[in-house]
């Protein structure tokens, strides 16, 4: 993963106040309703707690061990919310608009293509937290 362009992209796009996670979840609950009832906190307090995750796991991008343990535990909670495979892809899909519209015309191709790989990368560790027999997230377990 291409570090100094995650970190550049960022800080393009990261607005004063989560003005960046603020408009993540502006944009999943316009385009995934049915995810919106499984929040409890005020938006705000969650666009905070999205933020400081993000600007972390990009802080460890080098440090494999730490990634696997914290997204291994964070992906274990999100297990226990009740959040399945297919939700980190909309997730994936919302931020990166989130971020490309806010970008503009200094968003890049390449940009989208390292937050798409970055992403994808986090829901795998997450996933992996996941105990066995929700591994596949089907419900089927
Ligand atoms: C990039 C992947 C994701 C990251 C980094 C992330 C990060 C976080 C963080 C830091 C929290 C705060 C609570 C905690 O630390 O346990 C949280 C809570 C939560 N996340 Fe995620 N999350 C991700 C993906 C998802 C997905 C795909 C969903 C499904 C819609 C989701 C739904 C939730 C919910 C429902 C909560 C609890 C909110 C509440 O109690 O109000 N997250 N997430």
């Given at each position: 993963?291409?570090?100094?362009?995650?970190?550049?992209?960022?800080?393009?796009?990261?607005?004063?106040?989560?003005?960046?996670?603020?408009?993540?979840?502006?944009?999943l609950f316009?385009r995934y309703p049915e995810v919106?009832?499984?929040?409890?906190?005020?938006?705000?307090?969650?666009?905070?707690?999205?933020?400081?995750?993000?600007?972390?796991?990009?802080?460890?991008?080098?440090?494999?061990?730490?990634?696997?343990?914290?997204?291994?535990?964070?992906?274990?909670?999100?297990?226990?919310?009740?959040?399945?495979?297919?939700?980190?892809?909309a997730?994936?899909?919302?931020?990166?608009?989130?971020?490309?519209?806010?970008?503009?015309?200094?968003?890049?191709?390449?940009?989208?293509?390292?937050?798409?790989?970055?992403?994808?990368?986090?829901?795998?560790?997450?996933?992996?937290?996941?105990?066995?027999?929700?591994?596949?997230?089907?419900?089927?377990?």
């Amino acid at each position: 993963m291409d570090k100094t362009l995650l970190e550049h992209s960022l800080s393009l796009v990261d607005l004063p106040d989560d003005g960046l996670t603020v408009r993540f979840y502006d944009i999943l609950f316009t385009r995934y309703p049915e995810v919106e009832p499984m929040f409890s906190r005020e938006t705000r307090q969650q666009a905070a707690m999205l933020r400081t995750a993000i600007i972390s796991v990009v802080d460890h991008l080098d440090d494999t061990a730490w990634l696997s343990a914290n997204l291994g535990a964070l992906g274990r909670r999100h297990a226990g919310m009740g959040v399945t495979e297919p939700m980190y892809a909309a997730v994936a899909e919302c931020m990166i608009a989130a971020m490309a519209e806010i970008g503009g015309d200094r968003w890049t191709v390449e940009m989208t293509e390292g937050w798409s790989e970055a992403l994808t990368a986090v829901a795998s560790l997450m996933l992996a937290g996941y105990p066995a027999e929700d591994q596949t997230a089907s419900g089927a377990a």
